[in-house]
């Protein structure tokens, strides 16, 4: 339990509240455990009601002691300023009943026992088989907190109740727990106990949790205002960022334009899609030859750019590059364990039957996950050893990572890293499908008005499938990952926001900063993760090179 101090007896300084914080944590997240050095038990963290009470109190328990302090240092101001933004941010999450009803298609809790296993190595059978014994109880945990949390009146909508189920139903259908254990029969029992307690997971979704969903899908501006400035770290103006989001996609088409005409003599953007589809030398078939492809470009990346434009510590540049089938067509990023046991990894999550791809439409989503995206970044706080190992290991805010990330693809064209006019389009659908995310999450859960004269898209109001056949049009997303991201931002409002609001905030400090870009970049990510408000605040104030 959280530590209760007699009346009047504060912490000593901002370092102890964030010792104190993690230990707390310790003892309820094993990430938390890893970040001290320990072992957990389990990989998996406890879903119950009680687990989720006990990390709130602990993170209310902690804010009240950060707000009794005040830092001594710029470093000390660093840790204050990010602990108290988000030790904030979810205790307002918690209240507003969010955190404990989180069902969506992707980085939920859910996705968050499933996921465990892919971070493992292959021939760790003790963990695995431990690991495995724990699913059972982590989904019935979730499920239970499910439900509790709609006794209480929050409960998600139909649409991300059917979702979760649907994956979960893939999951078993696909074999994936049996899959891991194939050459050892012992295990087999748990791995079956695992994929089963998966199915019933299912089951209570489509019969106890989907009668009490609602079919309204946009969440409403009180609560998207909290799940917002948590995901973002600041308070942002709606309709301001809306108006922007717009303009944004008209300066973007513009540029797709520019790119076509060196491409294709008819300068038409769909006449280039066509042909770069067409050249055999951009595509490649098969599962193995694209996780070579994968593997090869990233490292070529990081040859090009560490030493060169970024110091990047020897430990943890590594990164391994994964491809699976059957999934949800997404790239994503899994960073480095606290350890160092394992490297980074990129994963590439084909969309069904799919095992072909024209890498010319690839290279900026690789560039966004591996370098010098997130991989980039976390390499750098990992070896930032004057960090809190809360602030390097837990401390996620998502307008800070993504916007580093997206601002990232752009980056890599100016530092040389796009190779060709196909790619450099590829670049720009990259930015068009960030953002399409910026108007079409708006508008779905506030229900703005689609701006007459657009010039994209005809409609007056915002539906799901509306704002699937944008990402289509606009930003040449495939039509089964179009309809999965629509459903992850109504899962997650606001999140969508965190890559070009992000990018946005990286290029106005960049151009605001004295400093040259390698300067800037080594500056600001010196810093640590960060919300977005206060990391503004303290690019401004920060003295170089410290």
């Known amino acids: 339990m959280p530590r209760r101090y007699p009346a009047g007896v504060p912490a000593n300084d ?14 309820l997240e094993p990430a938390a455990a890893q970040a001290l050095g320990r072992t957990p038990s389990s990989l998996l963290p406890d879903l119950s009601p009680d687990a989720f009470e006990r990390r709130h109190a602990a993170t209310v ?19 204050y300023e990010a602990l108290s933004e988000r030790l904030a941010s979810d205790v307002a999450l918690h209240e507003a009943g969010f955190t404990t009803a989180l069902l969506a298609p992707l ?9 465990t296993f892919d971070d493992l190595p292959g021939d760790d059978w003790d963990t695995i ?40 139903d893939g999951w078993v259908r696909d074999g994936f727990y049996p899959g891991l254990v194939r050459t050892r029969p012992a295990l087999t029992p748990a791995a079956e106990a695992a994929a089963e307690a998966t199915a019933g997971f299912a089951t209570f979704l489509r019969e106890s949790l989907l009668p009490r969903a609602g079919s309204r899908d946009g969440v409403g501006r009180e609560l998207y205002e909290v799940t ?32 076509a005409a060196s491409i294709v003599p008819s300068g038409d953007v769909d006449d280039a899609v066509r042909a770069l589809d067409a050249d ?38 590594r990164v391994e590059c994964r491809v699976t089938p059957s999934a949800s067509g997404v790239m994503y990023y899994v960073p480095a364990d606290p350890g160092l046991t394992r490297p980074g990894r990129v994963w590439w999550t084909l969309p069904d039957g799919v095992t072909r791809a024209h890498v010319w439409r690839e290279v900026s989503t690789l560039h966004h996950e591996g370098v010098p995206g997130h991989h980039l970044q976390h390499a750098v706080t990992l070896g930032l050893d004057d960090l ?20 990232a693809e752009e980056l890599a064209d100016e530092l040389g890293l796009v190779r060709t006019p196909g790619e450099r389009l590829g670049m720009i659908f990259a930015q068009l499908w960030r953002a399409v995310r910026v108007v079409v999450d708006l508008g779905l859960h506030l229900d703005l ?43 997650w409002p606001g999140q969508a926001l965190a890559f070009r609001v992000g990018a946005r905030l990286w290029r106005e400090a960049r151009a605001a900063s004295a400093l040259d870009r390698g300067s800037f970049h080594a500056d600001a990510l010196r810093l640590g993760p960060v919300g977005l408000g206060p990391l503004r605040t303290l690019l401004s104030e920060r003295p170089p090179g410290r």
């Open 14 to 27: 901002v370092t102890q509240v964030a010792d104190d914080y993690l230990r707390d944590l310790a003892a």
């Open 61 to 79: 328990d902690a804010a009240a002691r950060l707000a009794a302090v005040r830092p001594s240092t710029f470093r000390s101001r660093v840790l």
């Open 107 to 115: 980085a939920t809790p859910v996705h968050g026992v499933r996921r």
């Open 129 to 168: 088989g431990r690991e495995l014994a724990r699913v059972p109880a982590a989904l019935g945990e979730y499920a239970a907190t499910l439900t509790a949390s709609a006794d209480r009146g929050h409960v998600v909508a139909r649409r991300q109740v059917l979702a979760v189920a649907a994956q979960c």
């Open 228 to 259: 917002s400035a948590a995901f973002l770290g600041a308070r942002i103006d709606v309709e301001e960022t809306y108006a922007w989001g717009w303009d944004e996609l008209a300066a973007l088409t513009a540029r797709a334009r520019a790119v």
């Open 280 to 317: 055999p030398a951009g595509v490649i078939d098969g599962v193995p030859a694209l996780e070579a492809w994968l593997q090869c470009r990233v490292d070529e990346t990081m040859s090009a750019v560490a030493g060169a434009h970024f110091d990047v510590p020897d430990r943890t540049r």
């Open 388 to 407: 809190h190992p809360w602030q390097r290991s837990l401390c996620h805010v998502h307008g800070y990572a993504e916007g580093w990330a997206h601002y």
């Open 449 to 491: 008005p689609i701006p007459r004269g657009n010039g994209l898209v005809y409609a007056d109001r915002w539906t799901p499938e509306l704002g699937a056949r944008m990402l289509v049009d606009v930003a040449r997303v495939d039509p089964q990952t179009a309809a999965f991201e629509v459903d992850r931002y109504l899962g």
